[in-house]
């Protein structure tokens, strides 16, 4: 009899052994006041526990953590969505971003977050990245080196604190996710405050060129499959105290260097180069893709780099980001896109989520144009507005973003499909189809040759542009 029950408990005690370990480890809320820490004290629980991993559900899903359009293995024009796509985070505005602004302190404390830049708080942080992309189903991810890594108080220290901040990443990362660029933060230390490459002195223009080696290596370590330069300060306050030649003839210096030390070290990802006209210094040398493209054109470095265009910084320049993206195209040097807008009633730039299905149409026919964008892709450059405070927004940013492209996707490939706006286009250029518009479009049209057929064909015929047409012929794919 007494043997029985002690069988009996035996039993018991197995199965509820065995219903512990089918239910799994608990889940562990991103909180730094609760006890989800390891041995060695680092945070190890879940950090977004009531967010599902992100599925296609289609367009008449009322489910908001879903996506309506994007669907990843879906074939558009021969190639999969998500090889259009090639979607990435970023890591400063998702994991970094405070909603603080100009006027106003900062609204948002994520959970998981302690108040500290400290080295513990920074791999907390890479572990919510790496959670967050998984669970989003993307596969690259974008960084500043001091986005990911704190300071230090020499260069040997920001690299080791740098050093200990990736080699987490890369353990994360496993063998299907990877940076789509890293990038060297030059712009909010004291020390870049005249710039980097373009900075006056000489110390800082040293220091700039060590932070970016670093940051290099870093992201051909970690697989990056480009490499970004943003000249936030490569610029000028007024020209009354500035040598702007020697400050290009600097810059370009800088550049010739990058390239001779990505080849140095094998790394085979593109050079990218962020245009923006503006903030925060009040003229930058990169003002948009045009001046950029002359500025590689005339150091001879138009075959070394291509350019990362962020719609926010087009419309600062005055252009539209379709303008911004088709310059880059036909001179061959679109490499990346930045997929954030602004809002045209603020002077700034707001870095907000792209929720246009028009102007995600017309940036799809560029991209399509140009063949896809890989090895670059679409980095989410974009915060949360400031008054979104919960952490499923941060979800919900992304989502709706994807879709909204993912959906100018579909849309302009409606387009080309059908053709009539290619056929209203072709027929606005057909008289240079013929052979003296052949002629000229060869080189060979001389002046006195077009002098005598203009005498010849007397005064031409204009036609109408369909403007009108074009616009109809877009508005029904979108």
């Not at 799994?24 to 599902?52: H, L, M, N, R, Y």
């Not at 063998?175 to 004291?190: M, N, V, Y």
């Not at 387009?415 to 060979?444: H, P, T």
Request: net charge negative; aromatic share 10%; with cysteine.
């Amino acid at each position: 009899m007494k043997a029985g029950k002690i069988i009996f408990f035996l039993l018991c005690l197995n199965l509820v052994s065995n219903l512990a370990i089918a239910a799994g480890p608990p889940t562990c809320p991103a909180d730094v006041a609760s006890d989800c820490a390891s041995d060695s004290g680092e945070w190890k629980g879940e950090f977004f526990p009531d967010i599902p991993k992100i599925k296609y559900e289609g367009p008449s899903s009322k489910n908001h953590l879903s996506f309506k359009w994007y669907n990843a293995e879906e074939e558009i024009l021969g190639r999969k969505m998500k090889d259009w796509m090639r979607f990435s985070v970023a890591f400063w505005h998702t994991f970094r971003g405070t909603g603080g602004d100009p006027f106003g302190a900062p609204t948002k404390m994520w959970p998981w977050e302690d108040g500290t830049n400290s080295l513990a708080m920074a791999k907390r942080r890479m572990r919510a990245n790496f959670e967050f992309l998984n669970k989003l189903g993307v596969d690259k991810w974008c960084f500043h080196d001091r986005d990911i890594a704190p300071d230090g108080k020499t260069i040997e220290e920001s690299n080791a604190n740098l050093d200990e901040v990736v080699a987490l990443a890369k353990e994360l990362q496993g063998t299907k996710i990877h940076p789509l660029w890293g990038t060297a933060q030059l712009f909010h230390h004291p020390r870049y405050m005249h710039g980097g490459a373009t900075s006056p002195e000489l110390g800082v223009y040293a220091y700039s060129a060590a932070q970016v080696k670093k940051a290099m290596e870093v992201t051909h370590y970690l697989g990056g499959e480009n490499y970004v330069f943003w000249g936030g300060r490569e610029g000028y306050q007024t020209l009354l105290n500035t040598d702007m030649e020697r400050e290009l003839n600097h810059m370009a210096r800088f550049m010739e260097a990058a390239v001779a030390y990505k080849k140095k070290i094998g790394f085979n990802g593109t050079l990218l180069i962020e245009p923006k006209p503006q903030e925060p210094t009040k003229h930058q040398y990169d003002w948009d893709a045009a001046t950029a493209a002359n500025f590689l054109r005339k150091y001879g470095l138009i075959d070394e780099f291509k350019l990362n265009i962020e719609c926010n910084h087009a419309t600062l320049a005055g252009h539209s980001c379709h303008h911004e993206l088709e310059t880059a195209r036909i001179n061959g040097i679109l490499g990346n896109i930045d997929a954030n807008t602004g809002d045209p009633q603020i002077g700034w730039d707001t870095d907000q989520f792209m929720m246009d299905v028009g102007e995600a149409t017309l940036v799809m026919l560029s991209v399509i144009k140009n063949g896809g964008l890989a090895p670059g892709g679409f980095n989410f450059d974009a915060k949360l507005r400031r008054e979104s405070t919960d952490v499923e927004d941060i979800f919900i940013a992304h989502v709706a973003g994807m879709d909204t492209l993912a959906r100018g996707l579909r849309n302009a490939a409606k387009l080309i499909e059908d053709g009539s706006l290619a056929e209203l286009v072709r027929k606005r250029y057909q008289s240079f189809d013929s052979e003296i518009g052949a002629q000229i479009e060869a080189g060979k049209g001389d002046f006195d040759m077009l002098e005598k057929k203009a005498m010849q064909w007397g005064e031409p015929k204009v036609s109408s542009a369909k403007q009108e047409l074009a616009e109809m012929i877009f508005q029904a794919a979108i």
